[in-house]
């Protein structure tokens, strides 16, 4: 069964930083573009970024409210997919979902990120 | 304010065909491909047409996409209860600044 675990979310001060993992299980991930996309409470959802497999380079694209701040990278030896969160911000409280390509067919149940004084 | 536009709710009786229609421009729906997601409460969205018109393995073919210049629809015949849910549209947006993946601000359907 294809599975993605998000894990590492909770509660953060601002300007802090976060790193989030998706733990992926049933396909061979390297193969993958993974991508993390968010959801603000009572909001729709939001884009953050993704990542590409390697034999496209293995590069990375961002939302212009994350480009700078964030940082996607994968460990294909460990099925695992990060997001790290530098300089957070009240703003980026919001439930974090991690998928398989860019668009997202397979997702994860999601990790809630708050971020609070 | 989301780049794409789409109706914030919509409603149907079981049984009826429902609509729910997604507004964009040249650069996101007119040049790319588009995609929908069910959200159904207190869950992780879903895949439910990827491609403008595709479906994953699984989705009930009650379900359907469509896309026409820099509009897309998704279309649900035969409605029952368990389809009452959010639902949004998506599409790359090919901006100056890069890339972006842009959404609708998601539809909640009311069966009623």
């Known amino acids: 069964e294809v599975q993605l675990v998000e894990s590492g979310g909770g509660l953060v001060k601002p300007g802090r930083s976060l790193r989030l993992s998706c733990t992926a299980s049933g396909f061979t991930f390297g193969d993958y573009a993974m991508s993390w996309f968010r959801q603000a409470p009572g909001k729709g959802l939001e884009w953050v970024g993704f990542?590409?497999?390697?034999?496209?380079?293995?590069?990375?694209e961002y939302a212009a409210s994350v480009k700078g701040r964030f940082t996607i990278s994968r460990d294909d030896s460990k099925s695992i997919a990060y997001l790290q969160m530098n300089s957070l911000k009240t703003e980026d409280t919001a439930v974090y979902y991690c998928?398989?390509?860019?668009?997202?067919?397979?997702w994860g149940q999601g990790t809630l990120v708050t971020v609070s004084s | 304010q989301s780049v794409l536009t789409q109706p914030p709710s919509a409603s149907g009786t079981p049984g009826q065909r429902v609509t729910i229609s997604c507004s964009g421009s040249s650069s996101n729906i007119g040049s790319n491909y588009v995609y929908w997601y069910q959200q159904l409460p207190g869950t992780a969205p879903k895949l439910l047409i990827y491609r403008n018109n595709q479906r994953p393995s699984g989705v009930p073919d009650r379900f359907s996409g469509s896309k026409s210049g820099t509009s897309a629809s998704l279309a649900i015949s035969g409605l029952r209860s368990e389809d009452e849910a959010d639902y949004y549209c998506?599409?790359?947006?090919?901006?100056?600044?890069?890339?972006?993946?842009?959404f609708g601000g998601g539809t909640k359907l009311t069966v009623l």
């Open positions: 998928t398989r390509y860019d668009y997202g067919d397979v």
């Open positions: 990542i590409r497999s390697k034999a496209y380079g293995g590069t990375t």
């Open positions: 998506a599409a790359w947006d090919d901006s100056l600044s890069g890339p972006e993946w842009v």
